[in-house]
């Protein structure tokens, strides 16, 4: 088992990654003192449960824990406030109280909806990460956590940080294949933000990284995480150098939004919002090969680079005015300087923003 620390003072713990360390779940959350004597809420969606709640709940009850779990639909719709509503309720009417922890199984929707639950449900009770797809080597870590409103993506949300986050590698081999490759966007994105060599490892791993390659993708969760940990250790609120997290976010939320959750999958967003960032980057006067690298591996990785031709432009200027990164009528934006650097820009023009959005279109 590798362990990762996040450096946060006395709100630091553990990133605990490993195949098959699932099994260790008992000794984990008893090292990190959770709760016996209260009840847990274990949330999950329909398909992670459908692989992998049966395992998680016995080992839990037959350590000592007393567990109720909340199955919600699987996809980004869930990320709402009416699904957040829903779990408050179970929680109340299940007696959580502020010994109690929220254990999140599955994905980046899971991990951002229940830890919304455990940083509002009495102010803030304990939580957990159980991370179950690549994407969420990133979501699990930093403690944003979130749900949707239709006109703007996690615009309502907390700064919460987990006990633990506890990532079994096996977990990941029940994925369905868009999954996957959504999922290597973020890794990529860690890349991109601050590791030139990592992004060449990833370009010479790809067909590994997508075959599920023990060992390859160890190597690959261990060092995004790494790279996200250090940053969010600086800047825990995103008062200035964790912004460079968001490195294909501004385009890639709205797009989401504009889309209705439904139909692009967040990975997919932010591939296309990183070649859309590249493109402002050469607008500005940075080097062609920023660009064309960029589009070549994401490709290279089966994620998409194209705008969808449905989605409205002057819809997307308007959802990128709701950016949390919108600051005294700028937006801002994280353009690659170089592959493997990042600044964070607000003097990018609208023109230029909505130049780009149309070449998106065209891209092949
Ligand atoms: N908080 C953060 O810092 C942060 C960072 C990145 C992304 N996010 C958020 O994360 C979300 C995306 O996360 P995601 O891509 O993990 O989406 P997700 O949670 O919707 O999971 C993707 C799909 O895979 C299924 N799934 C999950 N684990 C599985 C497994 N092991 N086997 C089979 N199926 C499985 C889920 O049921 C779902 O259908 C977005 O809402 C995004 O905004 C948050
Ligand atoms: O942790 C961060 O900081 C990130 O920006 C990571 C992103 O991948 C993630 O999608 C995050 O939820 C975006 O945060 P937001 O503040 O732009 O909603
Ligand atoms: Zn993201």
Redesign the pocket.
């Known amino acids: 088992m590798m362990e990762l620390k996040v450096d946060l003072g006395e709100r630091s713990y553990p990133i605990y990654i490993g195949e098959g360390i699932l099994d260790d779940i008992v000794d984990l959350f008893n090292k990190h003192r959770i709760s016996k004597l209260s009840p847990i809420l274990l949330v999950t969606?329909?398909?992670?449960a459908?692989?992998?709640l049966d395992k998680v709940l016995e080992l839990l009850l037959k350590g000592g824990f007393q567990v109720v779990s909340s199955i919600i639909p699987?996809?980004?719709k869930s990320?709402s406030i009416a699904q957040f509503e829903d779990l408050i309720t179970v929680a109340i009417e299940s007696g959580l109280d502020r010994k109690s922890t929220v254990v999140a199984l599955?994905?980046?929707?899971?991990?951002?909806l229940a830890?919304y639950v455990a940083a509002s449900y009495m102010r803030g009770i304990a939580f957990v990460q159980i991370?179950?797809?690549?994407?969420?080597h990133?979501?699990?870590?930093?403690?944003?956590?979130?749900v949707?409103h239709p006109l703007a993506?996690?615009i309502i949300g907390a700064f919460h940080q987990p006990e633990l986050v506890l990532y079994d590698i096996a977990?990941?081999?029940?994925?369905?294949e868009r999954?996957i490759k959504?999922?290597l966007s973020?890794v990529i994105k860690h890349g991109f933000i601050r590791d030139a060599d990592f992004v060449a490892w990833i370009d010479h791993n790809a067909y590994k990284l997508l075959e599920l390659d023990s060992e390859a993708l160890e190597f690959a969760l261990y060092h995004g995480c790494r790279i996200k940990s250090i940053i969010v250790s600086q800047d825990e609120r995103e008062n200035n150098l964790r912004a460079i997290?968001n490195l294909g976010h501004t385009i890639g939320?709205a797009l989401?939004a504009v889309a209705k959750y439904n139909g692009l999958?967040?990975?997919e967003a932010i591939s296309i919002g990183m070649v859309g960032a590249a493109r402002l980057s050469v607008l500005l006067g940075n080097p062609e090969h920023i660009y064309t690298e960029t589009k070549r591996i994401l490709r290279k990785l089966g994620l998409p680079i194209q705008l969808p031709k449905q989605l409205d432009i002057d819809e997307i200027m308007v959802a990128m005015m709701h950016d949390k990164k919108f600051d005294s009528g700028r937006m801002t934006f994280i353009i690659p300087t170089e592959i493997g650097e990042v600044e964070i820009s607000n003097q990018v023009t609208l023109e230029q923003v909505s130049q780009v959005l149309e070449q998106l279109k065209q891209e092949e």
Request: without cysteine.
């Open positions: 969606d329909d398909q992670v459908e692989f992998h699987a996809g980004e990320k599955g994905g980046g929707v899971v991990g951002d830890g991370p179950t797809t690549i994407l969420a990133d979501s699990s870590v930093g403690g944003k956590v979130a949707n993506k996690n977990t990941l081999r029940t994925l369905p999954q959504a999922g973020e997290l939320h989401e999958l967040h990975g």
